[in-house]
């Protein structure tokens, strides 16, 4: 657990560092060219790194079991639920 609390740590840190250069830099990008082709590059880049992670099988054949057991308990209504109403 300790691992994975680090890896987001640094998740997180590059996120809100990295990502106010990227605006910075679309501002004059979307001035010198349009703001449709700026939109356009970023939704170009989008689907192709996410293409290039999904293109890694560990990735494809991740499942969450425990994420389904936890949503198939919760959509089940609780018998204290049923004697409220």
């Known amino acids: 657990m300790d691992s994975l609390s680090r890896v987001m740590s640094y998740v ?5 560092s990295i990502g106010p250069i990227g605006l910075a830099l ?19 880049w989008q689907v192709l790194a ?25 959509s089940e209504p609780k018998k204290s639920d049923m004697a409220a109403n």
Not at 55 to 64: D, Y
């Open 26 to 44: 679309a501002g004059p990008l979307a001035e010198s060219t349009s703001i449709g082709r700026v939109l356009a590059i970023g939704v170009g």
């Open 12 to 16: 997180t840190f590059s996120s809100y």
């Open 50 to 74: 996410n293409s290039v992670v999904l293109i890694f099988p560990a990735v494809r054949n991740l499942h969450a079991a425990g994420i389904t057991a936890n949503l198939a308990e919760s």
